[in-house]
């Protein structure tokens, strides 16, 4: 992903254009795709939708996404999930039968099924899913897509722009205290570890 110089602390840069040139590198639209979606797009001065803010989980592996989300209920006994598939409250989606309450409410989420990539690592795999890009272990990598929006978006509230809650077991984190090539000023507000950790009596961050 090419990311453009930036020089005010508000980019210029439209919301259409960050989904045109995060959006392409990161799933491989070709050019007739992207042209298909530029005539499919709302009418200029429409939003897309109403959310103020998203929450992002990232699982390293765990719960595999065809015994949870992408069931897959048509594909060949050894490829789909193990539980059967129910219908959410969103004509057309299914998801695992061990996911009723969540059925509930699939009009208040977005799931993504076509993320993919060639890594069978968890570490490189998660870099590709947040960043677009594949890893390369330096301070001024790539930076994840929340400390884009930071970037693009901040906040208006005294409030941070962007919060990463930290994974408080496994063998490896994700390079999320940095902010990547967009610079420190723009990491994450880290809370869950040690005294950051909410259900600590000396919590702090």
């Not at 109403?50 to 069931?71: L, N, R």
């Not at 809650?165 to 984190?173: E, I, K, P, Y």
Request: hydrophobic share 35%.
């Amino acid at each position: 992903m090419n990311l453009l110089p930036v020089s005010t602390p508000h980019s210029t840069l439209s919301r259409r254009r960050l989904l045109e040139v995060g959006g392409v590198a990161m799933v491989g639209l070709g050019l007739p795709q992207l042209l298909q979606s530029k005539a499919t797009a709302a009418p200029f001065g429409q939003t897309a939708g109403k959310a103020k803010s998203c929450i992002f989980i990232v699982q390293y592996g765990g719960s595999p996404h065809h015994d949870t989300f992408d069931p897959k209920p048509d594909a060949p006994r050894e490829i789909r999930g193990y539980y059967q598939p129910i219908p959410t409250n969103v004509p057309g989606i299914q998801i695992s039968e061990k996911l009723p309450k969540l059925a509930a409410m699939a009009d208040k989420y977005c799931l993504v099924r076509s993320m993919t990539h060639g890594n069978g690592g968890h570490f490189d795999g998660m870099h590709t899913c947040l960043a677009g890009t594949s890893i390369n272990n330096t301070q001024d990598d790539t930076p994840y897509f929340g400390s884009m929006l930071s970037r693009l978006r901040p906040s208006v509230k005294n409030i941070p722009s962007y919060v990463w809650v930290q994974n408080l077991a496994g063998d490896v984190g994700l390079r999320y205290e940095t902010g990547g090539s967009l610079g420190s000023v723009y990491s994450p507000l880290r809370v869950g570890k040690d005294l950051e950790n909410p259900s600590q009596k000396d919590f702090q961050f």
